[in-house]
């Protein structure tokens, strides 16, 4: 095997891989495009006919991100039937924690009662949860895990400026999680990762930090944490790279993207999805899409279309997807894969396992 740049190694026997478990949380306040008319100088038409949302979900009181994870987390634990204390793994996504430590996966961690992982935080924006889940199965494929949690969190309700109808508009707040487990066959067929730093600056948040007042004197608050984004710079990067990097994750597993039976890309704007099924001559119906309930949920956009396009019966086992994060850093991730998850809580499920146990039994 060659590696990117040009040494060649020995691949190593790996183990499968595949998605066990699906989850999902969103909070329960919503504000719809009206409600944020009040707020700013906009409108219902105005905001759809731009974005195609018309809703969001946000925090209110002290909800937080942590509060967010678990439930996603839990979620997902219960469809892939697999106890808490047998992950080995957590991985949490977010770029809006509670605070710098203790981490998000230690929260989650300890909440689901997984006594023997271990894990760590990852800050890459709406990529997150992407990114994480490829980390997160090449511990599984050498054996150093069984079974990972991946969960992706983010409440951007609070730190976008409510004054500022470029984005706050766009963001909501949600969390979603997956369950990853060693398997004999792997789910994942192909992916690509990537960053361009460079152009980091068109999308960023900062921080109020200040430098020690024995180096230079106390100044004030060097810039507000708003997110600041260059929509047009943006759009351009997402409908520009995204496509492409998507095209090269098909040519690596050998398929076209007429073999794909659905697309579950980041939910950052309708105009920017539509634009990415134009590139790649998908037909609208392919996009899996709930961008208009939920607006820009970060890290968590893709496991929570995941999720409710699941429980809708929209995605089957065995059906083939592309998933693709991009946003912040510049950073994408994309991945083709099997779909494997039959939610442990449902009817067919405890059908399918009934079946297995009397077949065993009658031999």
Not at 224 to 232: A, P
């Amino acid at each position: 095997m060659t590696a990117p740049h040009g040494k060649t190694f020995q691949t190593p026997s790996l183990i499968g891989c595949e998605i066990t478990g699906i989850g999902a949380f969103a909070p329960e306040t919503i504000l719809t495009n009206d409600d944020l008319s009040q707020l700013v100088d906009t409108s219902d038409e105005w905001i759809q006919t731009r974005t195609g949302i018309k809703q969001r979900h946000v925090v209110s009181g002290d909800q937080t991100v942590a509060e967010l994870a678990i439930k996603a987390a839990q979620d997902a634990l219960a469809c892939s039937g697999i106890p808490g204390d047998e992950i080995d793994l957590v991985i949490a996504a977010s770029s809006t924690p509670d605070a710098i430590y203790p981490g998000t996966s230690c929260q989650v961690q300890h909440a689901i009662g997984a006594t023997h992982a271990a894990g760590f935080d990852m800050a890459l924006a709406c990529t997150g949860f992407m990114s994480a889940m490829i980390t997160a199965r090449q511990f599984i494929q050498t054996g150093a895990a069984r079974n990972a949690m991946v969960v992706a969190s983010d409440i951007h309700s609070r730190f976008v400026d409510w004054s500022d109808r470029s984005t706050c508009i766009l963001f909501g707040d949600a969390a979603g999680a997956a369950v990853l487990s060693a398997s004999d066959k792997d789910s994942f067929l192909s992916y690509e990762m990537r960053l361009d730093g460079s152009k980091g600056h068109e999308l960023r948040m900062g921080t109020y930090l200040s430098n020690c007042p024995l180096v230079t004197q106390r100044t004030p608050a060097q810039e507000v944490v708003y997110l600041k984004m260059n929509g047009k710079e943006v759009f351009k990067f997402a409908v520009g790279v995204v496509p492409h990097s998507i095209e090269r994750a098909l040519e690596k597993a050998g398929l076209k993207p007429g073999d794909i039976d659905h697309y579950v890309l980041h939910q950052a704007n309708k105009r920017i999805m539509d634009a990415m099924a134009e590139r790649l001559d998908v037909d609208a119906d392919r996009m899996v899409m709930n961008l208009d309930r939920y607006g820009n949920t970060s890290a968590a956009s893709i496991p929570l279309a995941l999720k409710e396009a699941s429980q809708e019966g929209r995605i089957l086992p065995g059906q083939k997807l592309v998933l693709c994060g991009f946003g912040a850093g510049l950073a994408w991730t994309t991945a083709i894969i099997d779909w494997s998850v039959v939610d442990q809580r449902s009817a067919s499920a405890k059908q399918i396992q009934k079946q297995t146990a009397e077949c065993l039994e009658a031999h």
